[in-house]
């Protein structure tokens, strides 16, 4: 049943960016930037955990996950080391991905060339 609700999940967020892609003006990047912050929000108030708990790992794939780590490891930090914990804790959970982001980029942009 697990497998079924992380692809329900899944499918409902690619659903709702596609609708808002189609009917809106708004481009992909602000699409993410929408479900970061939902992602956020939803963490803030612990609603994201209990949709992992019912998703599974369908719910740790989305963009809407990079703000719940955002947040979570922001939460984190703060209980550890106070108020400059935020600004530590933020880049806890998300360090790999962020990493991995830049190097595939430059790798990538080395190998690929630009269109005018």
Do not use: E
């Not at 930037?33 to 803030?44: C, N, S």
């Not at 994201?48 to 599974?56: H, S």
């Not at 108020?83 to 982001?101: K, N, Q």
Request: charged residues 10%.
């Amino acid at each position: 049943m697990i497998y079924l609700n992380a692809f329900i999940f899944c499918g409902l967020v690619c659903v709702l960016g596609q609708i808002i892609l189609d009917n809106t003006k708004l481009t992909p990047g602000h699409v993410t930037t929408m479900f970061v912050v939902l992602g956020a929000f939803l963490d803030t108030f612990n609603i994201y955990d209990k949709i992992i708990l019912w998703a599974g790992g369908g719910a740790l794939v989305p963009i809407t996950s990079f703000g719940h780590l955002l947040i979570h490891g922001a939460m984190a930090g703060a209980y550890d080391y106070g108020f400059m914990g935020l600004f530590m804790g933020i880049f806890d959970l998300t360090a790999s991905g962020i990493a991995s982001a830049i190097i595939f980029s430059f790798v990538l942009s080395l190998i690929f060339k630009p269109r005018d």
